[in-house]
């Protein structure tokens, strides 16, 4: 195979690991869904780790606070109440698209969780 061949491959897989990531899907329900390989699309996940970690925005992290500590008063923005339980506190002042970020995030936990 040529170069040429081989960098469309890893533009087509590097394309359909983004498409994946955005989805929210499971890679089971994606790779079904488009007619994949799931040890192909870990084979190939693994092979372009590096590329992808480049193109993430920055991840959001959360430091929890201990138990009956609130935030300071004038802060709290709303509460986002999760179905497993867990609360998040946003503040006033948060970012639109950091809260984007934080909801996928979200979803996450509540699967691993349920």
Same mark, same amino acid.
């Given at each position: 195979?040529?170069?040429?061949?081989?960098?469309?491959?890893?533009?087509?897989?590097?394309?359909?690991?983004?498409?994946?990531?955005?989805?929210?899907?499971?890679?089971?329900?994606?790779?079904?869904?488009?007619?994949?390989?799931?040890?192909?699309?870990?084979?190939?996940?693994?092979?372009?780790?590096?590329?992808?970690?480049? #193109?993430?925005?920055?991840?959001?992290?959360?430091?929890? @606070? $201990?138990?009956?500590? !609130?935030?300071? =008063?004038?802060? &709290?923005?709303?509460?986002?109440?999760?179905?497993?339980?867990?609360?998040?506190?946003?503040?006033? #002042?948060?970012?639109?698209?950091?809260?984007?970020?934080? @909801? $996928?995030?979200?979803? !996450?936990?509540? =699967?691993?969780? &349920?």
């Amino acid at each position: 195979m040529g170069r040429g061949a081989r960098g469309e491959r890893r533009r087509y897989w590097r394309e359909l690991l983004t498409q994946q990531r955005r989805s929210g899907m499971s890679v089971a329900a994606f790779c079904r869904r488009h007619d994949l390989s799931a040890a192909s699309f870990y084979g190939w996940r693994q092979r372009l780790a590096d590329e992808l970690r480049q #193109d993430e925005p920055a991840q959001v992290s959360f430091v929890p @606070l $201990p138990i009956g500590q !609130a935030m300071p =008063a004038g802060a &709290a923005g709303f509460v986002l109440e999760l179905p497993n339980g867990v609360q998040v506190t946003v503040p006033r #002042d948060f970012d639109e698209a950091a809260l984007a970020r934080l @909801l $996928p995030l979200a979803r !996450a936990v509540e =699967a691993r969780d &349920a």
